[in-house]
């Protein structure tokens, strides 16, 4: 197999109907390089000003995880539970605020600011979505969320949140829009305790970076998966009505799909694996970053071909599509 004969430029390929995208986070690193940090957690145990203290990584232990959602949800989950009962809840209330404080700098020290994000760049972004019927981002970033509103009300899309409660009952679109779903959650959306999913929005004075660890709606946490393998996550996506629901429509898609900066790693992401090549004869396209290492790209392919045997796959450089425009990076020095 040579490397140079089997990528293609977007533009050789782009004419192919695609009817969806899934992003991943090379989408993110394309724009701002800081979100190649690899891990949320291990951000929050060093290099902030309030990491996680040792009893808090032990409750990251007792629950074996490494996402927040699942142990500020377990630890809400606690507090309710103490108040009823009439006990003492000091201790919990203290971790659960040291943990929640660690995810918010944590998240803050890696995302992009809004201002340098600029509407420029928003709008390449949100013009280079619209190609598609739907849009489904495993990002917990807010790149995909700000590019759609560059836009009042989000003019072209639409994210199944008709108030700021999801409402599984009423997801029915019948007009001609972009669908965009966040399978993995995302940093603008929340769950209360009685499990229903909130979608926060900006305030004329705030953007929703500096609002995320701001309270919201008495107990609600922050919906996203940030760590785990893909069992894990699974796990996660089963346990929220939201989540569960942008699941089903990734599992139902129909049509021909690209990939975007996502690894698809059998470790971590073996829940949409699976269901790819659940598909089976289907067009997929998929984007090469390091396309200039022969022995790289080689054994990508090689990989995906076994995870994926009865697609028909196609590889294109990620440089040449409109999410990997060149004009979209931020240098780091706007953070």
Not at 121 to 145: K, M
Not at 172 to 196: F, N, P
Not at 221 to 232: A, K, R, V, W, Y
Request: charged share 25%.
């Amino acid at each position: 197999m040579n490397a140079p004969d089997e990528i293609h430029n977007w533009n050789d390929i782009s004419d192919q109907g695609w009817s969806g995208i899934l992003l991943g986070n090379g989408a993110s690193i394309a724009i701002w390089d800081n979100f190649g940090y690899a891990s949320i957690f291990e951000r929050a145990r060093q290099g902030i000003e309030n990491p996680l203290s040792p009893q808090d990584i032990e409750l990251f232990e007792q629950f074996q995880t490494r996402n927040f959602e699942v142990t500020l949800s377990s630890l809400t989950t606690s507090l309710r539970v103490n108040r009823a009962l009439g006990l003492q809840d000091a201790e919990v209330l203290a971790r659960y605020q040291s943990i929640r404080r660690a995810l918010v700098q944590a998240v803050r020290s890696v995302h992009i600011p809004w201002v340098a994000f600029d509407e420029d760049r928003r709008h390449l972004v949100r013009n280079a979505l619209l190609d598609y019927d739907y849009v489904y981002s495993t990002n917990y970033d807010l790149l995909v969320y700000w590019a759609i509103m560059a836009r009042p009300r989000g003019e072209g899309f639409k994210d199944y949140f008709w108030t700021e409660e999801f409402n599984i009952g009423d997801t029915e679109i019948t007009d001609k829009v972009t669908k965009v779903l966040y399978l993995h959650g995302g940093i603008h959306l929340y769950r209360t305790s009685s499990g229903t999913t909130l979608k926060r929005r900006a305030n004329p004075n705030e953007n929703l970076l500096d609002l995320f660890g701001v309270p919201y709606r008495g107990d609600a946490t922050p919906l996203f998966i940030s760590e785990g393998d893909s069992e894990q996550k699974l796990a996660s996506i089963y346990g929220s009505d939201y989540l569960s629901f942008a699941y089903s429509k990734f599992t139902a898609h129909e049509g021909p799909l690209v990939v975007f900066g996502h690894s698809l790693s059998e470790a971590s992401d073996k829940h949409l694996v699976d269901v790819i090549d659940r598909w089976r004869s289907r067009d997929i396209a998929i984007s090469v970053h390091n396309y200039n290492n022969e022995r790289d790209f080689v054994r990508r392919v090689a990989t995906l071909r076994r995870s994926f045997p009865s697609a028909r796959l196609q590889f294109f450089r990620a440089d040449t599509h409109p999410l990997g425009n060149g004009l979209l990076r931020v240098a780091p020095q706007q953070g």
